[in-house]
C-alpha cells in the first residue's frame, strides 16, 4: 500500500474513528463516511468527534463525507466498521462504487441477526463482482480510547487469501499498532462477536459484587463455550487461544472502555434490558451476539451454559443471581475432558 494512498471507512463510530486515525498516521488520505451531516461537519470543521471520542483531536490526513461515491472513488483500500445490523445495508451501498481490486477489510464484531450470517459472509453476498475471498478481517484487543491515544495495541487481521492479509497488515501497522497475520477467518470472526457475550457476563459478575474469582472462571469456561462453537463452525481451535480469543476476552471483560461489560454492571444494578439501551446510547453488540449464539449453538448442537443464561436474563426476565445460582449448581463434569473438546474436533476435521 503506498504511502499517500487514498484510504476509506465506514462508518464514523468510535471505533471508526480510531481506525481512521491509525491509517493516517501511516499517511494515508482517510475518507471518512458517515450518514450524519452534523457529524460530518463537525469533523471537517473542528477535527473532532464529539460523539464518540470527544477529547481526541483528528488528523489533518481525515476528511468526513456522507457521499458513498465520494469516499470509495480511487480509493485503495476500504476499512468497514458498520454495525453488524447495518452491515449489509452499507455493503449494499458500497458495490456501485466500490473497484474491484480495492483492498475491503471489516472491523465488525458480531452475527447477522436473522440469517445467523458472518459479517465476511454478508459481504460475500453483497458486494457482487468482488472476490470474496480476498475479503479480511480485522479483530483482537483494541479499544478505541487507547488506540486513538497511540498506546501500544496489537491485533490480528485474518483472510484466506495470503496477499490480501499482508495487504492489510501493511495498510495498518504502526509504532504503536501492531498487526499480526492469520488464515482463519471463521476463527477470528466468531472470537471477536462471542466475546462480547462473557463480557456481558462478566459485568453482570462485578455488579452483582461476586468478586474475582468468579470472573476469572467465567473468562476461563467461557472460552472453552467460545472455541466449542468456533470449531463446530469451521474454526481453527488454535485461534481462540490468540488475540481474536483470548486477548480480546480479557480486555472486554475487565476493562471500563467496555460496553458490553458496562452494559451487564447496569443489569446487575436492576435497570432493564430497554433502560440499558437506552442509556448507553450506543450499539451494545453482546446483546444481539447472545441472541445469535443462543441459536446457533442448537444449530451446531453445542452445550453453552453460560450463554444460554445470559440469554434467559436478557430476555426472559431471569434474575441475574439465580442465574449465577443455576451455573454453579450445574452437574459435574470433568475439566481436561471439557477443554480437549475443541481440539480433537478440530485435529478431527
Known amino acids: ?34 450518514r450524519n451531516e452534523a457529524q460530518v461537519e463537525e469533523i471537517n470543521r473542528d477535527r473532532r468527534n464529539s ?8 488528523s489533518p490526513r481525515i476528511r468526513a463525507t456522507s457521499s458513498m461515491q465520494e469516499a470509495l472513488d480511487q480509493a485503495e483500500a476500504v476499512v468497514v466498521v458498520a454495525p453488524s445490523s447495518a452491515m449489509r ?26 440469517s445467523l450470517k458472518r459479517m465476511t459472509e454478508v459481504l460475500a453476498e453483497e458486494l457482487s463482482g468482488y472476490d470474496p475471498k480476498r475479503l479480511a478481517v480485522l479483530s483482537g484487543p483494541s479499544h478505541a480510547e487507547e488506540v486513538i491515544q497511540r498506546r501500544p ?4 487481521v ?3 487469501d495470503k496477499e490480501a492479509a499482508e495487504k492489510a497488515q501493511d495498510l495498518l501497522i504502526t509504532p ?14 466468531v472470537g471477536g462477536a462471542l466475546k462480547n457475550i462473557i463480557a456481558l457476563g462478566a459485568g453482570l459478575s462485578d455488579g452483582l459484587g461476586f468478586g474475582d474469582n468468579a470472573k476469572a472462571a467465567l473468562l476461563t469456561r467461557g472460552l472453552a463455550e467460545i472455541a466449542r462453537l468456533g470449531v463446530a463452525m469451521g474454526a481453527n481451535p488454535l485461534t481462540f487461544s490468540g488475540l481474536a480469543g483470548i486477548g480480546d476476552l480479557v480486555v472486554t471483560c475487565t476493562s471500563k472502555h467496555s460496553r458490553n461489560w458496562r452494559a451487564g454492571a447496569m443489569l446487575a444494578q436492576g435497570q432493564t434490558l430497554e433502560e440499558v439501551l437506552d442509556r448507553m446510547g450506543m ?7 447472545t441472541q445469535a449464539a443462543y441459536r446457533l ?12 443464561e445470559l440469554y434467559r436474563v436478557l430476555f426472559d426476565g431471569k434474575q441475574p443471581k439465580a442465574a449465577v445460582e443455576d451455573l454453579m449448581e450445574r452437574g459435574r463434569t470433568h475439566e481436561m475432558e471439557d477443554l480437549a473438546e475443541p481440539f480433537q474436533s478440530g485435529w478431527a476435521n
Do not use: C
Not at 451501498?93 to 464484531?109: D, F, G, N, S, W
Open 1 to 34: 500500500m503506498t504511502v499517500n494512498s487514498k484510504t476509506a471507512v465506514l462508518v464514523a463510530g468510535s471505533w471508526g474513528t480510531a481506525i481512521a486515525a491509525v491509517l493516517a498516521d501511516n499517511g494515508h488520505q482517510v475518507m471518512l463516511w458517515s
Open 51 to 58: 460523539r464518540f471520542l470527544s477529547e481526541a483531536e483528528l
Open 89 to 114: 445495508e452499507v455493503a449494499s451501498q458500497m458495490k456501485q462504487h466500490l473497484h474491484e481490486r480495492t483492498t475491503v477489510i471489516h472491523a465488525t464484531k458480531g452475527f447477522e441477526a436473522g
Open 153 to 156: 495495541t496489537t491485533v490480528v
Open 158 to 160: 485474518a483472510s484466506v
Open 176 to 189: 504503536s499498532f501492531r498487526v499480526y497475520t492469520n488464515p482463519d477467518v471463521v476463527g477470528v470472526e
Open 283 to 289: 450499539v451494545v453488540e453482546g446483546v444481539k451476539t
Open 297 to 308: 449453538s442448537r444449530q451446531y448442537d453445542i452445550t453453552m451454559p453460560i450463554a444460554d
